[in-house]
């Protein structure tokens, strides 16, 4: 009797659910890859898509895209022009990378970005990138070889990430770094030019390349560091990734003389960050770093002698401390407080503290040494 009085009451509850009241499917939805967003010459925002299609031909089903472009006073419009002119609803939950051309990005980027914040079915994990020139031609592409372009500059980004070339950011990370007083973030930053990669099948063709970062301040985009910069600023901000890897002159020679230069994979670091506020109110900040490295290429060889390991040791550690101070000075001329100085000043010496004033007057000019020191840990299976 117990068991029927159960079965009833189960079949009773199942007939009491009303199941899923927010069923979207994917048959009904046109799904974007990558967006672009740009400035028009008559100030509105003009939004390039790529919409995921699939194309049915005698080979089977091939994968393709479809370049969407609307104008508008606001994101929001744009996406609602685009939606007057394509078939199904307009889907950016599965969207990998949002571009900014680099005007737009040396505007307030907040107002572009709230859509993506609010709107509660966008992709929060994907990409958030700059493109030199117009995030509008970086669509247009299409595709990369055989690569469709929204896969391609998502796997690019991931793959510079896991170099150590660019920070590991997206439009979820960003959005609260944009409202933090005391610190400030970088994104990839791209570039869209005429390739050279015979093998790939695109020799002379355009491609997406990575060249460094973008610097922001605030919500404004205020500079650019290269890649060998980039790396550099990770290092030293302590977000080494799977690979670092560093391509260096260490002996004298013309620029193609390959036994003039050595080749170092960063094994481990050791990061320290003093920040001290003197009597006389000059703010000094130390960083000092230690790299332990493997020499990964050398034509020279005799790695196993140690003078020649001391040599190198002590003209890599000068080369990168001389390096790592010009990649400061740049980053204190765009106002990029990439270290977070700002937010332990605001921690521990409160009274000097300053607002906007601390970004304009006082960062610029505060006195931040770097420190490198690296020794040669391992050499390959040579002598």
């Not at 994101?75 to 889907?91: H, K, L, S, V, Y």
Request: one cysteine or more.
């Amino acid at each position: 009797m117990k068991r029927i009085m159960l079965l009833i009451f189960s079949l009773l509850m199942l007939l009491s659910q009303t199941g899923c009241w927010d069923l979207a499917l994917l048959k009904d939805a046109r799904l974007l890859v990558i967006v672009g967003l740009d400035r028009t010459p008559e100030g509105k925002l003009l939004t390039t898509t790529a919409i995921r299609e699939v194309r049915i031909t005698e080979g089977g089903a091939e994968p393709t895209n479809v370049i969407l472009k609307t104008t508008g006073r606001t994101p929001r419009e744009t996406r609602d022009n685009g939606d007057r002119r394509i078939n199904n609803r307009f889907d950016p939950s599965k969207n990998r990378t949002l571009v900014l051309g680099e005007q737009l990005a040396r505007e307030d980027i907040y107002p572009v970005l709230d859509i993506f914040f609010r709107d509660p079915k966008s992709a929060l994990n994907a990409h958030f990138a700059v493109v030199k020139g117009r995030a509008e031609g970086l669509v247009d592409l299409k595709k990369v070889g055989d690569t469709l372009i929204g896969e391609y500059v998502d796997e690019v980004i991931s793959s510079a990430e896991k170099t150590t070339l660019v920070p590991q950011v997206n439009i979820k990370s960003v959005s609260p770094m944009m409202f933090d007083p005391g610190q400030d973030f970088a994104v990839p930053y791209l570039t869209t030019e005429v390739g050279d990669l015979q093998a790939a099948g695109i020799d002379n063709e355009k491609d997406v390349s990575v060249e460094g970062i973008a610097m922001f301040h605030g919500r404004h985009m205020t500079g650019t560091l290269n890649r060998l910069e980039s790396r550099l600023f990770l290092l030293m901000a302590n977000k080494k990734n799977q690979i670092a890897r560093l391509i260096m002159q260490v002996d004298p020679g013309e620029t193609g003389d390959v036994d003039s230069y050595i080749t170092i994979d960063i094994r481990h670091i050791k990061r320290a960050l003093d920040v001290q506020v003197r009597p006389d109110g000059t703010i000094r900040a130390d960083l000092n770093l230690e790299l332990d490295v493997a020499a990964i290429e050398y034509p020279k060889d005799e790695l196993m002698e140690q003078p020649v390991v001391e040599r190198l040791n002590k003209k890599i550690s000068q080369s990168l401390t001389h390096q790592a101070t010009q990649v400061i000075k740049k980053m204190q001329r765009s106002r990029f407080d990439g270290f977070g100085i700002g937010r332990r000043i605001m921690a521990h010496y409160p009274e000097e503290w300053q607002g906007a004033k601390w970004w304009t007057k006082t960062y610029p000019k505060i006195t931040l040494r770097p420190q490198i020191k690296v020794q040669i840990i391992g050499h390959g299976i040579l002598g």
